[in-house]
């Protein structure tokens, strides 16, 4: 069963990180800068 798509976001608006999948990354650094990173599950509507 795989993880809900989440998009993650670096909280620096200057590093510009931005990756959209189903990978776990909650309590990860961003790769790019090291920074703090955001997440948010897409969701889809099924109508």
Do not use: A
Request: with cysteine.
């Amino acid at each position: 069963m795989k993880m809900p798509l989440t998009k993650h976001w670096c909280m620096n608006k200057g590093c510009g990180f931005e990756e959209t999948s189903h990978k776990i990354r909650d309590g990860w650094k961003c790769p790019k800068c090291n920074g703090l990173m955001m997440y948010q599950v897409v969701k889809k509507d099924k109508r």
